[in-house]
């Protein structure tokens, strides 16, 4: 089965950097795109940044200009690059990919266990 382990995650100030990893783990399988996706308590889960097979990012205007969306296809890795933090980014990340067996033709959704970023002075 495939699964994506997230890393990254912790306690910064304001201001302050992170940077956010996403492996997929398993063989049999292609990755297409992939995100990330904080969920603050007592939010719902939303899209922050994306990117796809060929490289083509997005993101919210949240936080366009400080996060920045990358992946390393060799090791099946996206990674989220978090600058200028505000508290208001605190949250627990899920990284999410559309993964694609060998096996077969169809689209499968995974999701991350969530990492958890807090921004506190």
């Known amino acids: 089965q495939v699964q994506l382990v997230e890393s990254g995650g912790g306690l910064v100030q304001p201001g302050g950097s992170l940077r956010l990893s996403c492996a997929a783990s398993?063989?049999?399988?292609?990755?297409?795109?992939m995100g990330w996706y904080p969920q603050a308590p007592g939010k719902e889960r939303e899209l922050v940044a994306t990117i796809t097979g060929g490289g083509t990012t997005n993101y919210a205007d949240s936080v366009k200009g400080r996060f920045t969306i990358s992946r390393d296809n060799a090791k099946n890795t996206v990674y989220l690059q978090m600058n200028s933090l505000e508290p208001e980014d605190t949250a627990v990340y899920y990284c999410n990919a559309d993964v694609y067996p060998m096996a077969d033709f169809r689209k499968y959704n995974y999701w991350g266990q969530g990492t958890q970023v807090t921004v506190s002075s």
């Open positions: 398993g063989s049999g399988f292609s990755i297409n795109a």
